[in-house]
């Protein structure tokens, strides 16, 4: 999985800060933990905003290591061609709504497709979550309290955390303390 930090709240902001914002944060290699360093970027289309932007990727410092890792906005869904926000906009609206009804730019079978994918997806990272609300704050989720929609359990719990900085969707927010929690052990 790439790492997800929090790049700037919009595509504008990202493309006028990314560099700025990238310089202030260190990344650690998740396989040896060595310090990673910008390596190269490629370029992404976002396919609802019908806009492109560069993306960074890392290398690690260690020789013998090398792995190199992408680091995308919070905004943007790895692996996927929409952004996070109409991603989690689709989901949500599932709760209630068939997929068939749902109002997306996106075609009803990438529809039926988010909701199989981040359906199974999510029941590892609630896991994920949390552990790390453990290890972070010492409390424990209450089983009772995630008793709904998958998209509700990761807001129930990221309620719990400690606030961070994001562009505001729930997807992103999730994906920052994965990619950090995994990364967490090394430094």
């Not at 061609?81 to 068939?100: G, R």
Request: glycine share 4%.
């Amino acid at each position: 999985m790439p790492i997800i930090a929090f790049l700037g709240k919009t595509i504008n902001e990202y493309i006028s800060n990314a560099l700025i914002l990238l310089s202030a944060l260190e990344f650690y290699c998740p396989v040896c933990g060595e310090k990673m360093a910008r390596h190269s970027k490629y370029s992404r289309h976002i396919k609802d905003k019908d806009a492109a932007i560069w993306i960074y990727r890392f290398k690690c410092k260690n020789k013998s290591c090398k792995k190199t890792q992408a680091v995308l906005p919070d905004f943007i869904a790895p692996h996927k061609q929409y952004s996070a926000v109409e991603i989690e906009s689709v989901l949500l609206d599932s709760i209630e709504t068939k997929p068939e009804d749902i109002d997306t730019p996106a075609s009803i079978a990438t529809v039926r497709r988010w909701i199989r994918f981040y359906e199974a997806e999510t029941t590892g990272w609630i896991s994920n979550l949390k552990a790390i609300l453990l290890t972070q704050t010492g409390k424990v989720m209450s089983e009772l309290r995630l008793s709904c929609h998958f998209m509700e359990q990761l807001s129930v719990i990221l309620e719990e955390l400690p606030a961070i900085k994001t562009s505001g969707n729930v997807l992103g927010a999730v994906l920052i303390y994965i990619s950090a929690y995994a990364i967490q052990k090394f430094t």
